[in-house]
């Protein structure tokens, strides 16, 4: 059973980076996409990105420009950095696998969130 | 980007209720459609896959049907612990977008 879980601070200012880490344990880190998924308090859902075990990325271009994600594959760690945060970044972030078939793709194991406040 | 529209935002429903979830999309994204469950306070679980297929464990009253750009997500026989949100998502663009969300409450 893969096992994730989000780590980091819980307030970050306004202007600031935030970075965000998620171990993931139980399962073959490689060979798979790990992804960041946010959730403005009461709202939606918001796919940021993913990572895949070769390092290659993909964005949601509404954050491309402030969003990084890096990998450690011998601490089978991903993370995420997020620059120039508003209020509106404020949300609880998951990290979670993105498993791809040839027809098919879905987020099947998800870390229990993390909430990150901006604010000053 | 591919839009996703839910229907309704939220209902009503009764334990042993049939209930039936609605997730409409922009474009045709054949059956890259995906179903979770949320719960307060607790992360998304997946529930379908592929627009039809049942995740591992999940019970047999939940049912996923649709292709194209209507799909629908079946509850036969609701039990209290399927109160919660349910979340649909495509795969089908590099853009993955969720749905708004359905609230099944009592």
């Known amino acids: 059973q893969v096992q994730l879980q989000e780590s980091g601070p819980g307030l970050v200012e306004p202007s600031e980076t935030l970075s965000l880490t998620c171990t993931v344990s139980?399962?073959?880190?490689?060979?798979?996409?790990w992804s960041w998924i946010r959730q403005p308090p009461g709202k939606g859902l918001e796919w940021l990105g993913f990572?895949?075990?070769?390092?290659?990325?993909k964005y949601n271009p509404s954050l491309e420009s402030r969003v990084t994600m890096s990998m450690d594959t011998s601490k089978s760690q991903f993370s995420l950095q997020l620059r120039s945060v508003t209020v509106a970044d404020t949300a609880v972030y998951y990290c979670?696998?993105?498993?791809?078939?040839?027809?098919?793709?879905?987020?099947?194991?998800w870390g229990q969130g993390i909430l990150v406040t901006v604010s000053s | 980007d591919i839009q996703m529209t839910q229907s309704p935002s939220s209902l009503s429903a009764s334990v042993g209720d049939r209930v039936t979830l609605s997730c409409r999309t922009s474009q045709n994204i054949n059956n890259y459609l995906n179903w979770y469950q949320q719960k307060p306070g607790k992360a998304p679980k997946l529930l379908v896959y592929g627009a039809s297929t049942l995740q591992s464990e999940v019970p047999s009253r939940f049912s996923g049907s649709g292709s194209g750009t209507e799909f629908t997500l079946t509850i036969n026989t609701l039990q209290p612990e399927d109160f919660a949100t349910y979340f649909c998502?495509?795969?089908?663009?590099?853009?993955?977008?969720f749905g708004q969300g359905t609230k099944v409450e009592i």
């Open positions: 998502q495509q795969s089908y663009s590099a853009l993955r977008t």
């Open positions: 979670a696998r993105q498993l791809s078939g040839s027809s098919t793709e879905f987020f099947d194991f």
């Open positions: 990572i895949y075990y070769t390092g290659n990325t």
């Open positions: 139980g399962g073959s880190f490689t060979g798979s996409f």
